[in-house]
C-alpha cells in the first residue's frame, strides 16, 4: 500500500469511529428525552387526575349548598 492508500484507511476507520460514537451519542440522547418525557406525562396525568377529584368534590359541596339554601328557603316561606 501506498502511503495515500494508508491515509485513506485511516481517514475511513476514523470517519466510522466518529459516526459509530455520534450514533451512540444520539441514541443516549434519545433515551433521556424519552425519560423526561416519560417522567413529565406521569405527572401530568396525575395532576390532572387530582385536578379532576377536586372539581368532583367541589360539584358535591355546590350541590349540597344548593340543596341546602333549597331547604331553608322552603322552611322560612312555610
Request: net charge negative.
Amino acid at each position: 500500500m501506498t502511503g495515500t492508500e494508508d491515509k485513506l484507511q485511516q481517514r475511513s476507520a476514523m470517519s466510522k469511529t466518529e459516526s459509530k460514537d455520534m450514533t451512540e451519542a444520539m441514541e443516549e440522547t434519545m433515551q433521556r428525552l424519552k425519560g423526561r418525557f416519560q417522567g413529565i406525562s406521569e405527572q401530568l396525568e396525575s395532576r390532572l387526575n387530582q385536578m379532576g377529584t377536586r372539581i368532583n368534590d367541589l360539584e358535591k359541596n355546590v350541590s349540597d349548598l344548593m340543596t341546602q339554601a333549597g331547604m331553608e328557603e322552603q322552611a322560612v316561606s312555610k
